[in-house]
């Protein structure tokens, strides 16, 4: 609230320190502000957090040490409507954790304590901002820095091993998620080894029920994919493009907007397969059924 009020209320009027000449008006917000509070100010701001620590009994056990310091604007005599704000505010209190450190981000690296990308004029990060990929509400989303030497070879290195492990993921995800809702083929699987479809369970148990043949066609498949076109940097398969056009388009925008969602949904199916595998892992069920989670320290 500190960085968001001053830019959508403005400031105070008239002198911050009237000794030092200095006015409200004359501190910037965010970060910048830090070098020009006076150190009278600065004592203020400790006395008052030492007030906070100090002012009441905080030890294991008290009203305090849970949180409680006796201020009841926000409550509720229904206990029920009570848990419900108590919830929220610690909602609230983990989503600007959040907020804060990317405020401190966004200012340390653009000067504005609103994050304006465009006073970020040294970033290597340009060389990438108009890549396939880079969209809203996020941008350019780098948190780990792997772009920062402004490497295009490693950028398409890393861009073509996004692509395919996106795909992968969306087929593995499909894989979860259809024989739950269609159910599964009619008759066997495996003939010489008995083995109906029916009798392969859903999820990380159907590794076990799966023959050595089957394992064998599925890394055959795999190899064909890898080697039956040229991959080398710089081909088109190298970027993706097998040569599939199903779903591409005449109309560049329209494609750019297609090749665009096809990594979207690619990233959204590599974080949801690896949730279904911890869940499935945990639960026993691929959909993750928590009651099936009895051991759970979390009960």
């Known amino acids: 609230m500190g960085y968001i009020t001053p830019e959508i209320t403005g400031k105070f009027p008239g002198y911050l320190s009237p000794s030092a000449g200095l006015k409200f008006a004359d501190v910037p917000n965010g970060l910048a502000a830090i ?23 905080q030890t294991p056990g008290t009203d305090a040490y849970a949180g409680d310091f006796g201020f009841k604007v926000l409550t509720a005599a229904d206990p029920a409507e009570k848990t419900k704000k108590l919830n929220a505010e610690i909602a609230n209190g983990r989503l600007a954790m959040m907020a804060i ?3 401190f981000f966004q200012d340390g690296l653009t000067g504005s304590a609103w994050g304006d990308w465009a006073n970020y004029t040294a970033s290597p990060l340009r060389a990438f901002e108009n890549e396939l990929g880079v969209q809203a509400p996020v941008g350019f989303w780098d948190p780990a820095g792997f772009t920062a030497d402004g490497s295009v070879e490693d950028f398409k290195r890393r861009r073509a091993t996004e692509i395919k492990h996106g795909r992968i993921s969306m087929l593995a995800t499909m894989g979860y998620i259809t024989p739950e809702i269609t159910g ?7 003939p010489s080894a008995g083995l109906k479809f029916a009798d392969v369970p859903n999820g990380l148990a159907a590794i076990s029920k799966v023959p050595a043949a089957g394992w064998g066609q599925i890394l055959a498949y795999m190899a064909f994919c890898e080697v039956s076109q040229e991959q ?13 056009k199903v779903l591409t388009a005449a109309d560049p ?3 750019t907007k297609k090749l665009n969602a096809e990594i979207a949904n690619g990233r959204l199916a590599m974080m949801a397969i690896i949730g279904m595998f911890f869940q499935d892992g945990l639960t026993g069920s691929a959909w993750g059924d928590w009651a099936n989670y009895t051991a759970s320290p979390l009960r």
């Open 35 to 57: 070098s020009k509070v006076p150190a009278a100010g600065w004592g203020q701001i400790l006395a008052y957090m030492a007030f906070c620590e100090v002012s009441q009994e």
């Open 232 to 244: 080398t940097p710089g081909t088109d398969a190298y970027a993706g493009d097998f040569g599939f």
């Open 184 to 190: 599964k083929f009619p008759g066997y699987l495996s």
């Open 253 to 255: 925008a329209e494609k």
């Open 101 to 103: 450190i990317g405020m």
